[in-house]
């Protein structure tokens, strides 16, 4: 059975950095392209980060582009993402997120698997 399962949310402060874990099974690490989105209550889930399954990429979302760091562990069929001086505007559920080719997810339709998803909460 595939699964994706996130891990490393939680109540950070601005300015603070956080790392988002993936734990993923059930398929080929290296053959599917990975990513994160993320969503806050009432609004469309959105792209954040994403790499290709040999791990080609970055691909990063504008508003997160200059202070994250998103990488994969083919060894441990893992993927992280870093957060850096992160902002009250983060503040959403962080999804991993999987294709259903070795792309990279940068897209929702993209996206073959989904996560439970886990919350990040920024205070000011």
């Known amino acids: 059975q595939r699964q994706l399962i996130e891990s490393g949310g939680g109540l950070v402060q601005a300015g603070d950095s956080l790392r988002l874990s993936c734990t993923t099974s059930?398929?080929?690490?290296?053959?599917?392209?990975l990513g994160w989105f993320r969503q806050t209550s009432g609004e469309e889930r959105e792209f954040v980060a994403a790499?290709?399954?040999?791990?080609?990429?970055?691909y990063y979302a504008a508003s997160v582009k200059d202070r994250s760091t998103i990488s994969r562990d083919n060894t441990k069929n893992m993927m992280y993402l870093q957060l850096n001086n992160v902002r009250p505007e983060d503040t959403a559920v962080y999804y991993c997120?999987?294709?259903?080719?070795?792309?990279?997810?940068?897209?929702?339709?993209?996206?073959?698997?989904w996560g439970q998803g886990v919350q990040v909460t920024v205070s000011s």
């Open positions: 997120a999987a294709a259903a080719s070795a792309i990279a997810p940068t897209w929702l339709r993209a996206v073959d698997l």
């Open positions: 790499l290709t399954g040999p791990g080609f990429g970055p």
């Open positions: 059930g398929f080929t690490f290296s053959s599917v392209g």
